[in-house]
């Protein structure tokens, strides 16, 4: 999909904003949801999309709802940094295909990281156990209370 390509209303983040689709929620509330990639790149890798707006990417947030979203992307953050402990944690965003966006909705990752651990592919490899998915959730929503 090329970088301005028109918001498709049938992707797979907006079905599970609708409720068509499940997710692993691990925040939520009138800005962002956030859930748990069922194709993590590492343990609590974590997804944060916004609501209320029909954005493929980063470029086409409009630019009042920047600030609030990015205070959420740092929220959820820190809390999977505190409830991991890993050496160290990957923020990032994809804007078109060619830059390796799969989903054409909005969305952050937070992956991550450990000195001693590969990464898998981006959207790629095996679907996660999503009962090991709910129980890494249930660490980071704890801190986020």
């Not at 609590?44 to 980063?58: E, M, R, S, W, Y």
């Amino acid at each position: 999909m090329t970088l301005h390509a028109d918001y498709d209303p049938d992707n797979i983040f907006a079905k599970i904003l609708r409720g068509e689709m499940p997710s692993v929620k691990v925040y939520e509330d009138e800005t962002v949801l956030a859930f748990m990639d069922v194709f993590p790149q590492s343990e609590g890798h974590t997804l944060i999309i916004p609501k209320d707006v029909q954005a493929c990417n980063f470029l086409d947030l409009p630019t009042e709802k920047v600030g609030a979203y990015m205070e959420r992307v740092q929220k959820v953050a820190r809390a999977v940094e505190k409830a991991l402990s890993p050496d160290g944690v990957v923020v990032t965003q994809f804007n078109g295909a060619p830059a390796g966006q799969t989903v054409f909705h909005l969305h952050f990752h937070v992956i991550p990281r450990w000195s001693d651990k590969a990464l898998s592919g981006h959207a790629s490899g095996q679907m996660a156990d999503i009962a090991d998915l709910e129980a890494i959730a249930t660490k980071i929503r704890a801190e986020l209370a």
